[in-house]
């Protein structure tokens, strides 16, 4: 399968997720559902790769990404917000993407399946709550709270279909591509949760700018040698490498600026 067929098949998905959480009033007032286009890639990879592909399996994909969407919209309201009609709705957003991720789950009627995706939500909703609770912790606890944020639920959607082997390299590449835009974030100026932690862990904005660069060099060797332990054809690896996850930030490049 070439780029041109993987992005149309993306944005396939993209349109089906869309059209199943429209809603007027929350598209005029809010930021709109979060689906990335990134983490599609990854709920798709088993058919990009030639596995077996059901109409079922796409269905569960498309109610993993409404999930990652209501979990989204939950981040999005402010903590020292007053509530705003765009705070409130926003409220009602993350409601309204659950309740249609609820109803598609039922629609599965697959009991087991939604047992381990209710689970996985709960251990995502704990380790997003545990970046509010004023707790001390290392930099390596963090990153495995904004792993498992990143990729529970993607994983036990592969769990579930036997899909197990893609989890090392979507644990590497989702987690890049966080912190990729947590170090945006920060250059930009803004401040997220993640950031927050980071800086009260590093204790200076430097240090966690520096951490940031130095954490995507890793990730990036850990993926350029996992990446060639799978035995993907030349367009989906090339995909993956230059359109998933094409490595711009560099801690070298923070040494030589200063």
């Known amino acids: 399968m070439n780029e041109q067929l993987i992005h149309s098949k993306i944005t396939s998905m993209e349109i089906d997720v869309l059209r199943a959480v429209k809603q007027r009033t929350l598209e005029k007032f809010t930021e709109g559902p979060s689906v990335e286009r990134a983490r599609l890639f990854f709920l798709l990879l088993p058919y990009f790769d030639e596995k077996h592909w059901s109409g079922e399996i796409e269905a569960s994909a498309k109610t993993v990404s409404i999930v990652y969407a209501?979990?989204?919209?939950h981040d999005q309201v402010k903590e020292n917000a007053s509530a705003t009609k765009k705070?409130?709705?926003?409220?009602?957003?993350?409601?309204?993407?659950?309740g249609i991720y609820y109803q598609m789950l039922a629609?599965?009627?697959?009991?087991t399946m939604i047992q381990r995706l209710a689970t996985a939500i709960i251990k995502v909703s704990e380790k997003k709550a545990s970046f509010h609770d004023g707790l001390e912790r290392t930099t390596?606890?963090?990153?495995?709270?904004?792993q498992q944020i990143e990729t529970e639920l993607l994983a036990t959607f592969y769990n579930f279909y036997g899909f197990d082997n893609y989890t090392p390299l979507a644990t590497l590449m989702l987690s890049y591509i966080r912190y990729k835009d947590e170090l945006e974030c920060l250059q930009g100026g803004?401040?997220?949760?993640?950031?927050?932690?980071?800086?009260e862990t590093l204790q200076h904005p430097l240090h966690t700018e520096r951490w940031l660069l130095e954490k995507l060099d890793i990730l990036h060797d850990q993926i350029s040698l996992t990446i060639n332990s799978y035995n993907f054809n030349?367009?989906?690896k090339n995909f993956m490498l230059h359109q998933i996850t094409p490595?711009?930030?560099?801690a070298e490049q923070l040494t030589r600026e200063g």
């Open 70 to 73: 209501a979990l989204h919209a």
């Open 87 to 98: 705070q409130q709705l926003t409220v009602l957003a993350g409601d309204f993407y659950s």
């Open 107 to 111: 629609n599965l009627n697959n009991i």
């Open 140 to 146: 390596a606890e963090l990153d495995r709270s904004v």
């Open 190 to 199: 803004s401040e997220t949760r993640i950031i927050r932690a980071l800086n």
């Open 234 to 236: 030349y367009d989906l």
């Open 247 to 250: 490595h711009q930030h560099r």
